[in-house]
């Protein structure tokens, strides 16, 4: 599968009234991926004295999203939090046989006086594509990098994020991953030839958004 290496580090975020500091809460959020094998969620802390204590976690994803990057985003005046992130859309495969679709996913929730993020509602849901298009150089797996960040001003939010909807899927790649970890012989393929002319291309997409209409 995809590089997932720093799913579990986290994206923090800081209302810090940028750039004159006059409106700042200095309310702190963080965001990461964890969860057990095929129950991985986005998951949200909030801090509001600097660090030293923490709240939540609160889950901002929604089943059957399997989150693997994901970057949160906080205000200068602490009142919007955006968020976007990568996700597997159906279980893990032991075989590559058969399509891992993914997508992106940006949204966005209202911050309480207190603190507190409110409901994480969804901003916008990209178009799926089969994450078995994506290929490390060796090809001996996909890849995604760490490229899903967001960034949120007093009016919008905008985030960037993998995309796999303009790749293919390449069958010699498929046997020959499988024979990588143990499945039959397979030659080491020649993707200039023996794959569809966009196998492997990848893109990062992005977009701006105003609460709450993209």
């Excluded at 901002?60 to 906080?74: G, L, M, N």
């Excluded at 009142?79 to 279980?91: N, S």
């Excluded at 994450?131 to 960037?160: C, I, K, P």
């Amino acid at each position: 599968g995809a590089r997932v290496d720093l799913a579990a580090a986290p994206s923090v975020d800081i209302a810090n009234g940028a750039p004159t500091g006059a409106d700042a809460t200095n309310e702190l959020l963080i965001n990461w991926a964890d969860g057990p094998l095929n129950s991985e969620r986005s998951l949200v802390r909030y801090s509001t004295d600097q660090g030293q204590t923490w709240n939540g976690p609160l889950t901002a994803s929604i089943s059957p999203d399997r989150p693997f990057y994901t970057a949160i985003s906080i205000s200068p005046n602490g009142t919007d939090a955006y968020l976007v992130y990568d996700a597997y859309l159906a279980e893990y495969q032991p075989t590559t046989s058969t399509p891992r679709p993914m997508q992106a996913v940006v949204k966005h929730a209202d911050i309480a006086p207190g603190g507190a993020p409110g409901f994480f509602a969804e901003l916008n849901r990209g178009v799926i594509g089969d994450a078995r298009g994506s290929s490390q150089n060796g090809l001996t797996a996909e890849f995604f990098g760490d490229y899903g960040y967001a960034v949120a001003t007093r009016s919008y939010g905008s985030a960037v994020w993998n995309d796999a909807r303009n790749e293919a899927d390449c069958p010699a790649i498929d046997a020959y991953r499988m024979a990588v970890e143990g499945g039959p012989a397979a030659p080491r393929p020649a993707p200039g030839t023996d794959c569809p002319a966009n196998f492997g291309n990848s893109d990062i997409y992005g977009g701006s958004y105003s609460d709450p209409t993209p």
